[in-house]
């Protein structure tokens, strides 16, 4: 079955502390993973592709198969990081595929 | 480009009432999606299309919820009759056929009394 799981609702951490958002894929095959961000009053927007490893805002996240999960880190998070966090995980059918989305984590960023 | 379109912005109706939501897909862009978000549920996928075919519709809640696109510049995701459990937050996506990455738009935001 295919299934994202993000165990976190709510993440609230202070300016300056590292952040860790959780992401648990469950996916038979070569999984292709994504984190969206959705800001406030703002569209819902890709973040980061992990086929990119790329950084992004100071976001990495690495796929690790062994435990099948892709967390989003930043060392030192900003108040602008503040905003909803999906992970997603794109379906059967390839390029022509859906993503699953995972239910979300909310990042309150504390000055 | 103002990106995916979605109209209207916000929907207030009784229930029982019909509901037609409407999205406007990048140009250019050959798949669509219709989401649900919730509290409860967070980011759901009702039905995506491409090119103006749908592909799965397996989101869809009940026979309630139905969805055409005539063209590859229009999509509708129509309820009937709405129920106050249809209140949510519904997006439309588009993307291009040659990368993976979606375009959403700024949502509707349905509350069904």
């Known amino acids: 079955a295919q299934r994202v799981t993000q165990p976190e609702k709510l993440l609230s951490v202070f300016k300056g502390a590292p952040v860790e958002l959780k992401c648990n894929y469950s996916y038979s095959g070569s999984p292709e993973l994504f984190w969206y961000v959705q800001y406030s009053r703002q569209r819902l927007q890709l973040l980061l592709r992990?086929?990119s490893r790329e950084s992004i805002k100071g976001f990495t996240a690495d796929l690790n198969k062994g435990e099948t999960s892709f967390h989003l880190k930043k060392p030192f998070a900003q108040e602008e990081d503040s905003a909803m966090y999906y992970c997603?995980?794109?379906?059967?059918?390839?390029?022509?595929?859906?993503?699953?989305f995972g239910k979300g984590t909310k990042l309150s960023v504390k000055p | 480009d103002a990106g995916v379109i979605q109209s209207p912005r916000h929907e207030v109706t009784e229930m029982g009432q019909e509901v037609t939501l409407r999205c406007k897909p990048i140009?250019?862009?050959?798949?669509l999606f219709w989401y649900r978000q919730t509290m409860m549920r967070g980011l759901e996928l009702l039905i995506y299309f491409n090119n103006n075919v749908p592909i799965d519709d397996s989101g869809m809640p009940e026979d309630r919820f139905s969805a055409k696109m005539p063209n590859a510049s229009f999509s509708t995701l129509k309820i009937q009759p709405s129920e106050p459990r249809d209140s949510a937050v519904y997006f439309c996506?588009?993307?291009?056929?040659?990368?993976?990455?979606?375009?959403f738009g700024p949502g509707t935001r349905l509350t069904v009394l």
């Open positions: 996506a588009s993307r291009p056929g040659n990368t993976d990455t979606q375009y």
């Open positions: 140009s250019g862009h050959n798949s």
């Open positions: 992990h086929i």
């Open positions: 997603a995980l794109r379906g059967y059918g390839g390029s022509q595929g859906n993503l699953i």
